[in-house]
């Protein structure tokens, strides 16, 4: 194979957690009288962490009086009910084990709540994937690994969680790759100078990924070994 070491983001790519981020969503927003938002206003609001989806989704975003207030709502609400609906994309554990037969070291990068990549990771992959990292540029996780930086790391489309999770493989950019579904995944994997795989089976299409720079494209997960 030409790489060893898989590095995947986690929503639209791994996980298909649309239906409950929107009802996450929506929750927080009938909480404060504000308009639901649809299932593909969502879609089209994620991939650049859950403060950026409800910054999208709440009326005049951060300049909303109640917006801390839905953010947290949203939070509590999410780390109760994110596997209410969530699952694995077909294909996905059948792609991993073979990953994982292998010899190919994984891991998860993503803009998710830290504790909710972590606790969803080893829920459906705990099998396959040996690090996850989720977002921690606001504040730092509560249980963190051996070695991790004692200062938040940017988020995703910024390099840190790649290079952090390499680390935590004790693996290099040399046979790595980077594998997502979306914008911000396509300049991550620049940004952190490693080769990008984009799906078309999360929540971005052909024609999206085309536009904003995708070369390689995949869309089944046995495709990643064509």
Known sequence: MIYDTYIFDL???????????????????????????????VRHFVGNGVRKLMERAVPDGLNNPHFEQAMETFRNYYMEH????TEPYPGIEEMLDRLQQEGCRMAVVSNKFYDATLEMV???FGDYIEVAVGECETAMPENIPEGFPQHPLRKKPAPDTVNEALRQLNATKQHA????????DIQTALNSGLPCISVLWGFRNRDFLLAHGAK???SRPEELFV
């Not at 994110?82 to 609906?85: K, M, P, S, V």
């Not at 790759?177 to 911000?184: A, E, F, L, N, R």
């Open 11 to 41: 929503d639209g790519t791994l996980l298909n957690t649309l239906g409950d981020l929107t009802e996450s969503c929506n929750y927080a927003l009938r909480t404060y009288g504000m308009k639901e938002r649809s299932i593909e206003e």
């Open 82 to 85: 994110g596997l209410d609906t």
């Open 122 to 124: 080893d829920y459906f």
């Open 216 to 218: 390689t494209l995949i």
């Open 177 to 184: 790759v980077y594998v997502g579904d979306s914008d911000v």
